[in-house]
């Protein structure tokens, strides 16, 4: 406790991350995603790979569930679905995905916060440790003052685009909660790809409640941190994934200039 959180401000606690030594685990270090971001920001809400598979290459991640039913947050091997209603169930090998990112989380770095922080002062702290070009796995376990989550809710065909589906996204807000966020710290150019900056998943201790974090304030906690240098995507061979027009314009026409 020599970093009195008497003062308050966070400028003047320096946080001492530790190294933890990493395993030889040859399966840790590498980003095993199903379908993109765009194709989901595009309305595919059906995927092919079910969880069962996806667990081979992960136990840690988050993702949504076919027909955009709820948000999947999974650590130490055990993934939950987190529905419409905020309820979590765990999730069973049959059930099938339109995008879901794993990694195995193997932590590299740690830190235990005792002081209160805000999301953008534990956001902060994080890319402060992190790598903003590589992939980061982050967990953070703790109490929380306040969580304020999202859950998507159940679409019927025709799909419409994400930004529609999440205008009737139910939130709920957890306070005094014990629980974990789980997630990643995904590079600017991965935009599209998957979620460029953080994107994490909240699921309360007791495993009955979560959703995807919107905002929290961490009382105390553990912060821990993994990096990804290798991606992997398994890209969808649907009819509707094929026939999408994923052109960005302004994209383009960077990418025009440059290369010609
Ligand atoms: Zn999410």
Known sequence: MENSPAFGSLAMIQPTWHHVSGSNDRRAGELYQTSLMSALMA??????????????????????????????????????????????RPVTGDQKTPFAVVTFF???????????MTKSELLAMIEKATDANLFNAVRVDGIFDEVR???????????????EATKHQAEKVFTNVEGTLAGFRSPAYAQGIGVAGFHLHFLRQDKQAGGHALDYRLR?????????????????TSTEFLKTNFEDQALNQKIKAAEG
């Open 220 to 236: 105390a906690g553990k912060v821990q941190v993994c990096t990804v240098h290798n991606l992997r995507v398994e890209l969808p």
């Open 106 to 116: 193997q932590p590299e770095q740690e830190l235990e916060v005792a002081n209160q």
């Open 43 to 88: 309305g595919i809400y059906d995927g092919e790979a079910t969880y069962g598979q996806i667990r081979k290459y992960g136990d840690f991640g988050l993702g949504t569930f076919n027909d955009l039913d709820g948000e999947m947050v999974g650590f130490d091997g055990a993934f939950y679905q987190l529905r419409w209603d905020g309820s979590a």
């Open 149 to 163: 989550t999202r859950t998507v809710q159940r679409q019927a065909r025709p799909f419409p685009p994400l930004t």
